[in-house]
């Protein structure tokens, strides 16, 4: 059965499932977003030489399930890891991207990494959502909230051609995520290197 509605209700769906709509909205935000991740930008700009936006494609767009389990955040003010938390605009809990990936560090200070990578949503009401999680094939490095809807998260996968950096746009409110790849590839890249850089100051022993 299909549902009826006006013609205003027409246009606003068409505006949010329309891939075209969604990456012209997402290439602001992207170009926005890298402006203030700097030191992600500049870790690839090393590998891509200066990019922006326009150099991701959509790869496609997906819901998510929304299934929460009752678990509080296990990273205290007190874990050198807190502060990469990326607190929520207003105040429900933190994303987190780090802990389940980085176990610890040897005593020259590299990490000892677990072969997935998962951000979790740890919220106020202590209970917690999976937002998105990936195997040894690539790996979450940094991200951002955009605003108290919207999370942007930056990585890369690896594929037979060789390392893509990749973004992950997830709107929490309505879950939904969209999934946004550069289109070039580079042979070589150290899977660990924004990581290992981010952590390596830390104590996590």
């Known amino acids: 059965m299909l549902a009826c509605g006006t013609s205003s209700d027409s246009e606003e769906e068409s505006k ?48 998510l399930d929304g299934f929460e389990m009752p678990e509080k955040n296990p990273i205290l003010e007190s874990d050198p890891l807190f502060p990469y938390q990326l607190q929520h605009p207003a105040g429900n ?7 389940y990936k980085v176990e610890a560090q040897d005593e020259f200070g590299n990490p000892y990494l677990n072969p997935d990578s998962e951000v979790t949503w740890y919220k106020a009401d202590g209970m917690k959502e999976r937002l998105l999680f990936m195997g040894p094939s690539g790996m979450f490095e940094d991200g951002m909230w955009l605003n108290e809807n919207e999370l942007l998260i930056l990585g890369y996968l690896q594929e037979e051609e060789g390392f893509r950096p990749m973004v992950w746009l997830i709107d ?34």
């Open 16 to 63: 949010q499932t329309n891939p075209k709509t969604a990456s012209e909205d997402f290439a602001t935000r992207l170009d926005l977003a890298l402006a203030q991740k700097k030191d992600w930008y500049a870790h690839w700009t090393e590998q891509a030489g200066k990019f922006d936006a326009s150099a991701f494609e959509l790869v496609f767009k997906d819901s």
């Open 172 to 205: 929490v409110s309505q879950h939904l995520i969209w999934q946004y790849r550069m289109t070039q590839t580079f042979p070589e890249y150290e899977p660990m290197s924004f990581i290992d850089q981010k952590i390596r100051p830390l104590d996590l022993k």
């Open 93 to 99: 809990g933190a994303v987190d991207i780090y802990s």
